[in-house]
Nanobody, 125 residues
Framework: VHLVESGGGLGQAGGSLRLSCAAS????????MGWCRQARGKELEFVAA????????DYADSVKGRFTISRDEAKNTLYLQMNNLKPEDTAVYYC???????????????????WGQGTQVTVSS
């Protein structure tokens, strides 16, 4: 399974960015997926998760109401729409797949089996 993130860059506080994650190899689109992030000097943390065909979603409290996770099964692509950005959203964002479940929304980084290389998001105040 190969995951490639894109869409990161520089955003302004209060602005929006959309991240994409293209998946290839195996049956990657048939499993739960998620986004995690790591700010400089901090631990990797969960951001959002989505089950197969997007039936269920879950979010970290810090992004709830501002970020939306979605997926397009036909395109094998995962998205993260980030609105009302804050400087504390600055981090490297990683997409990931949990091949042990289709219907759960894993909220712990240890649940994920495959990871992308990450994309940097920087939010200026």
């Amino acid at each position: 399974v190969h995951l490639v993130e894109s869409g990161g860059g520089l955003g302004q506080a209060g602005g929006s960015l959309r991240l994409s994650c293209a998946a290839s190899g195996g049956t990657s689109s048939s499993y739960s997926m998620g986004w995690c992030r790591q700010a400089r000097g901090k631990e990797l943390e969960f951001v959002a998760a989505i089950s197969w065909v997007g039936r269920y979603t879950d979010y970290a409290d810090s992004v709830k109401g501002r970020f939306t996770i979605s997926r397009d099964e036909a395109k094998n692509t995962l998205y993260l729409q980030m609105n009302n950005l804050k400087p504390e959203d600055t981090a490297v964002y990683y997409c990931a797949i949990d091949k042990d479940t289709r219907w759960n929304t894993p909220t712990t980084k240890l649940a994920y089996d495959y990871w992308g290389q990450g994309t940097q998001v920087t939010v200026s105040s």
